[in-house]
Nanobody
Framework: QVQLVESGGGLVQAGGSLSLSCAASGRTFSSGVMGWFRRAPGKGREFVARIWRSGGSTSYADSVKGRFTISRDNVKNTMYLQMNSLKPEDTAVYYC?????????????WGQGTQVTVSS
């Protein structure tokens, strides 16, 4: 079993920055994908970014490209999301997720989420 714990959420003004962390514990894997998702009030879950543990290849949603940066530290079993130039529409609960497949984009474990609120 893998446990994921997000941290770093909070309240920030538009144009500001926040950095989220996702710490993995329990059984961990050297391969597979890790990702960030978010759910805004009244909306469905939205993909934000993902990164492969092996190789570090990344992908971003168009809405955050150029503003957010995903990274990971495999030694610390931690994933990060640096969020710059935040907008009110970035307000959401942010979730991290992790998968164990070496080839499939499939998320087997999810964190509880951390709230990010961007004021205008």
């Amino acid at each position: 079993q893998v446990q994921l714990v997000e941290s770093g959420g909070g309240l920030v003004q538009a144009g500001g920055s926040l950095s989220l962390s996702c710490a993995a514990s329990g059984r961990t894997f050297s391969s597979g994908v890790m990702g960030w998702f978010r759910r805004a009030p009244g909306k469905g879950r939205e993909f934000v970014a993902r990164i492969w543990r092996s190789g570090g290849s990344t992908s971003y949603a168009d809405s955050v490209k150029g503003r957010f940066t995903i990274s990971r530290d495999n030694v610390k079993n931690t994933m990060y999301l640096q969020m710059n130039s935040l907008k009110p529409e970035d307000t959401a609960v942010y979730y991290c997720a992790a998968g164990t497949s070496e080839a499939l984009i499939r998320y087997d474990y999810w964190g509880q989420g951390t709230q990010v609120t961007v004021s205008s």
